[in-house]
């Protein structure tokens, strides 16, 4: 039987011969991206490969996850749903507003959502936050992973229209995507700067680590608003 232990408000990690990260089915029987099903004292979790993952690989190093059960998310860059489909998990009660540009990865989103009553895609350019503001309500989370070079802006912005005054924004930074000749820590540090000092609203940065070795220059930030 495998062992189970809570790591966060909706997140555990199982144990059988080795550690697992996982969340909670809210589709039982059903995996989103060939990941392990495992039912321990009466309840399915899906295994989370942080290697797929952003979020997960910051789990792994041991941020504090803002997200509860009831929470709402703004989730910029769903992509296919894989990371979107564990936050579903995470937020039973609550709702995630998954926003991706790609017409052909939101076939796979739309097929996810039809499955999870609390998922709702969006196809918009996480770019321009006013297109979707008919369909988003204040959140509690910003999530953002795009590979775009102004991903800082990006997320400042949607935050300025979307984020509750008390929320955090989570955002996963991909330094290639800024500047593939640059040296990805001085992108890390330059980008971490405009959160704090660039835009309207400023940010305080409540860690930022390098998401080593589950992802290669990227880095994960956790912030919230500055009072």
């Known amino acids: 039987m495998p062992e189970i232990s809570t790591l966060s408000e909706g997140i555990f990690e199982i144990t059988r011969g080795k550690k697992q990260l996982a969340t909670r089915n809210l589709d039982p029987g059903t995996t989103v991206y060939g990941?392990?099903?495992?039912?321990?004292?009466?309840?399915?979790?899906?295994?989370w490969d942080p290697r797929r993952s952003k979020l997960g690989a910051m789990v792994l190093k041991k941020f504090k996850i803002p997200l509860k059960r009831d929470s709402k998310v703004l989730y910029l860059g769903a992509a296919s749903g894989t990371t979107v489909s564990h936050v579903s998990d995470i937020v039973s009660d609550g709702a995630v507003y998954a926003v991706e540009f790609s017409p052909r990865t939101m076939r796979d989103l739309i097929g996810l959502a039809a499955r999870r009553r609390n998922v709702y895609p969006i196809l918009a350019d996480a770019g321009k936050p006013g297109t979707y503001a008919h369909l988003v309500e204040p959140v509690d989370v910003v999530f953002q992973d795009v590979a775009q070079?102004?991903?800082?802006?990006i997320a400042a912005r949607n935050a300025a229209r979307y984020l509750k005054s008390d929320g955090h924004l989570l955002l996963a930074i991909k330094a290639r995507s800024?500047?593939?000749?640059?040296?990805?820590?001085?992108?890390?540090?330059?980008?971490?700067?405009?959160?704090e000092q660039a835009f309207e609203p400023?940010?305080?940065?409540?860690?930022?680590?390098?998401?080593?070795?589950?992802?290669?220059?990227?880095?994960?930030?956790?912030?919230?608003?500055?009072?």
């Open 35 to 47: 990941e392990k099903l495992f039912s321990v004292e009466g309840s399915e979790y899906r295994t």
């Open 178 to 195: 800024i500047d593939t000749a640059a040296n990805p820590k001085q992108v890390f540090r330059d980008e971490v700067k405009k959160l």
């Open 202 to 227: 400023k940010f305080e940065i409540l860690n930022a680590r390098d998401l080593k070795p589950y992802h290669e220059d990227h880095l994960g930030v956790l912030a919230k608003l500055k009072e």
């Open 149 to 153: 070079p102004n991903q800082a802006e």
